[in-house]
């Protein structure tokens, strides 16, 4: 079945530090894939995503691109800030029975110090 | 004018003892979800529902329930609850395609003593 696997962490950085989490996939089709971010009390919001291979999804100076070659979709910041502190999930949405299913890695904890 | 909004945020509770939480997004998507996270912050998909059709069940106990009383609406009933069901429910929506993203609620931290 489908699955996807991240770094473990936590990742403590200072603050202007690069910032890189590793993930990989495998799937049975042709999945999208996704970055969420978790804050303290709050549910997972969308990041950023690419829909097919060589996409580079971006926003708020997170990138990840869609490598379908090496299955993987690392996350990547070229400087941190204290605010990215979170929780950042990897995800891909693939097709199945029904409809279609989203699948999380484990979760990666980033901390940022000043 | 919040997109998902589920209640109540936290739940505490006994072994065997039944409870609900509710969920509802006005985002006009089709499909709902239903996902369990737990201490170790790792996601699972329990439930999925396109049009109030039940379309995903991932080898959830008898004892958990989902209703859709609408496409707008997805609720949780948990029946004689257990330590192990202790966790973070998020409900969730989309329009249904592959490429779409979840829109999550906050979340409801059941706590069963």
């Known amino acids: 079945g489908d699955s996807v696997t991240q770094m473990e962490g936590p990742v403590t950085l200072s603050e202007e530090a690069f910032l890189t989490i590793n993930c990989t996939y495998t799937a049975t089709g042709y999945p999208s894939l996704f970055w969420y971010v978790q804050y303290p009390g709050e549910g997972l919001q969308l990041l950023l995503k690419?829909?097919?291979?060589?996409d580079k999804g971006s926003n708020k100076g997170f990138e990840a691109t869609y490598r379908k070659e090496t299955t993987s979709f690392h996350l990547e910041k070229g400087s941190v800030q204290v605010s990215d502190s979170a929780v950042y999930f990897c995800a891909l949405s693939d097709r199945a029975t029904g409809g279609f299913k989203t699948i999380f890695g484990a979760g990666t904890r980033l901390f940022v110090k000043a | 004018d919040t997109a998902v909004s589920q209640t109540p945020k936290y739940l505490v509770t006994q072994m065997g003892n039944d409870k609900s939480i509710k969920c509802e997004q006005n985002?006009?998507?089709?499909?709902m979800y239903w996902y369990k996270q737990d201490s170790k912050k790792f996601l699972k998909i329990m439930f999925s529902y396109n049009n109030k059709e039940l379309i995903i069940n991932e080898t959830v106990p008898n004892r958990f329930s989902p209703k859709s009383p609408d496409k707008a609406h997805l609720n949780l009933h948990i029946n004689s609850l257990e330590l192990g069901d202790s966790a973070v429910y998020f409900c969730?929506?989309?329009?249904?395609?592959?490429?779409?993203?979840?829109?999550f609620g906050n979340g409801t931290r059941l706590t069963v003593t």
């Open positions: 969730a929506s989309s329009s249904g395609t592959v490429d779409s993203p979840l829109h």
């Open positions: 690419a829909t097919k291979a060589d």
């Open positions: 985002l006009g998507h089709d499909t």
